[in-house]
C-alpha cells in the first residue's frame, strides 16, 4: 500500500528552526517527485516546495531563503528543513507524491499531516 508519513511538527518559537520528515513506503521513493505543501488555519493548502526524483529542487517565494528540501532515497524519506520560522508558517505540512511541474492535482499520495504551530 502506498503510504507516505509525516513527522517532525510541533510547537517552536519564532525565529527557530525546525525539520519535517517524509516516510514513503509501498513505492520506490526515486521514481517519483515529492511535494510539501502546508493548509493555515481557514486558508487554502498551497505548496510550500518540491523535489524531483534527479534530485532539483524547487522553492515557492513564501520560503525561498528559509526553508529547504532534499530527499534520501536510501531511507524512502523526503525533509523540509525550516529556519527563521514566523507565525506565517503556522500550519499543518502535507508531503504528497507528483510531479512538480504538475498541479497540486496530480499529486496522487499524501500524507496525513503534521502541525507546525510558530509562538511565543
Known amino acids: 500500500q502506498v503510504q507516505l508519513v509525516e513527522s517532525g511538527g510541533g510547537l517552536v518559537q519564532p525565529g527557530g528552526s525546525l525539520r519535517l520528515s517524509c516516510v514513503a513506503s509501498?513505492?520506490?521513493?526515486?521514481?517519483?517527485?515529492i511535494g510539501w505543501f502546508r493548509q493555515a488555519p481557514g486558508k487554502e493548502r498551497e505548496g510550500i516546495s518540491c523535489i524531483a526524483n534527479d534530485g532539483t529542487t524547487y522553492l515557492y517565494d513564501s520560503v525561498r531563503g528559509r526553508f529547504a528540501i532534499s530527499r534520501d532515497n536510501a531511507k524512502n524519506t523526503v525533509y523540509l528543513q525550516m529556519n527563521n520560522l514566523n507565525s506565517e508558517d503556522t500550519a499543518v505540512y502535507y508531503c504528497a507524491r507528483g510531479l512538480c511541474h504538475g498541479a497540486m492535482g496530480d499529486f496522487d499520495s499524501w500524507g496525513q499531516g503534521t502541525a507546525v504551530t510558530v509562538s511565543s
Open positions: 509501498g513505492f520506490t521513493l526515486d521514481n517519483y517527485d
